[in-house]
């Protein structure tokens, strides 16, 4: 399968384009490389026969259309997103702008391609979003695919919208379209403003390890290589329309998690005191969520996924990754005059 990935040269997105390669898809990359992106993430594939990059911004409705008649896809995988929560607090329009419109510019290049070809069954446009647009739940109960929708922050508002706006694309045009919602993802390639690579960066400076308000605040979290191995799936066999709730079943509060971190890299690379000394509690985010949890058993049930990968494992996998990759991180951190932020997604 032909699939052109927006947003690939991301986190997430870079995980998925690795994959789809190494599955033998052919794989059109697009993605505008904002501060979030950087070209060593897709470093092992981009001289792959099977795989093309396009430098293109989602906003720009001429240069979707080139590319999807140029590249002829079979599918579009949507994960370019302004994505880090406390940057949504601090500037909503950029999300609105990419989230929102950009999705929107998107999917009318998509429905007009699908059309122009005869609107053939098996096209997909798989829209990859956040468990946030649930909001946030109390001590106990999990999301799925039939809870309500109740953003808390611009981000996840922003998130929200997108996923209606495909909803309505499949609705009104019929444009065969799936959509999944994950909890966080962690894992190589993160870039080092969210939570787990702060951590990991902080801890190995000597610096103070900031946690939210008293660290309460409870993840579902994921291996990354887990998600986009999910991701494959709802798109080459999740059912048009459909919806699927994705999650690793690992909850953890935020305290416990960095708690973890700090003592596998005790093992990993000792200092002179444990780095969980370092741990110091901020001023809590607005809005913060307490708690997300997912019930993911429509995706085991009708699609035979589930995590491979452990909380424990993943975290020493992470850390392996970080140790062995300096030159990645600190390049990033000083790129576009953009430092390391606080970050808990
Ligand atoms: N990180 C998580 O834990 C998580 C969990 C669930 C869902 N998601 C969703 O998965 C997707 C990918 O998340 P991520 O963490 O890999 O994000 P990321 O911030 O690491 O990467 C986003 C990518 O999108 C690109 N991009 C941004 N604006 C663009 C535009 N206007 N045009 C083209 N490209 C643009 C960036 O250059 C970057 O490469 C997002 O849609 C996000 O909402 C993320």
């Not at 690795?18 to 950087?38: F, M, S």
């Not at 098996?122 to 909001?135: I, P």
């Not at 998130?159 to 966080?184: F, M, Q």
């Not at 409870?218 to 699927?244: K, Q």
Request: aromatic share 8%; hydrophobic share 40%.
């Amino acid at each position: 399968m032909k699939i052109l990935v927006t947003g690939g040269v991301g986190f997430i997105g870079s995980a998925v384009v690795r994959l789809a390669i190494a599955r033998g898809h052919e794989v059109v990359n697009l993605d505008a490389l904002t501060y979030a992106a950087c070209l060593g993430n897709v470093a092992q594939v981009a001289g792959h026969p099977a795989y093309a990059f396009e430098h293109a911004d989602i906003r720009d409705a001429a240069a979707m259309t080139r590319i999807l008649t140029r590249h002829q896809p079979d599918a579009i995988m949507h994960l370019a997103a302004e994505t880090h929560v406390d940057r949504s607090i601090d500037s909503p329009g950029a999300f609105v702008d990419t989230n929102v419109t950009g999705t929107m510019v998107l999917l009318e290049a998509a429905r007009a391609y699908w059309q122009q070809r005869g609107r053939p069954e098996g096209f997909r446009f798989h829209h990859v979003s956040t468990d946030e647009v649930f909001g946030s739940l109390g001590p106990t109960g999990f999301f799925n695919e039939a809870t309500p929708y109740a953003p808390n922050s611009p981000y996840s508002a922003s998130k929200a919208a997108s996923d209606h706006l495909v909803r309505a694309w499949h609705a009104t045009y019929g444009l065969p379209v799936v959509l999944s919602n994950c909890s966080n993802n962690y894992g190589p390639f993160h870039f080092p403003e969210k939570l787990i690579p702060v951590v990991i960066l902080k801890a190995l400076a000597g610096e103070e390890i900031p946690i939210y308000g008293a660290g309460e605040n409870v993840r579902d979290w994921l291996y990354v290589e887990d998600h986009a191995e999910a991701l494959l799936a709802v798109l080459t066999r999740g059912a048009p329309g459909r919806t699927y709730a994705i999650g690793g079943n690992a909850e953890a509060r935020n305290i416990d998690l960095v708690r973890m971190i700090c003592s596998t890299l005790d093992g990993l690379r000792p200092a002179a005191a444990p780095y969980g000394d370092q741990i110091r509690f901020v001023t809590d985010r607005p809005g913060h969520d307490l708690r997300y949890a997912i019930d993911a058993t429509r995706i085991r049930e009708e699609l035979g996924w589930q995590p491979s990968v452990t909380l424990t494992e993943g975290i020493g996998r992470t850390l392996r990754w970080y140790l062995e990759n300096e030159d990645w991180w600190r390049a990033l951190q000083v790129r576009d005059g953009v430092g390391v932020r606080l970050g808990v997604a």
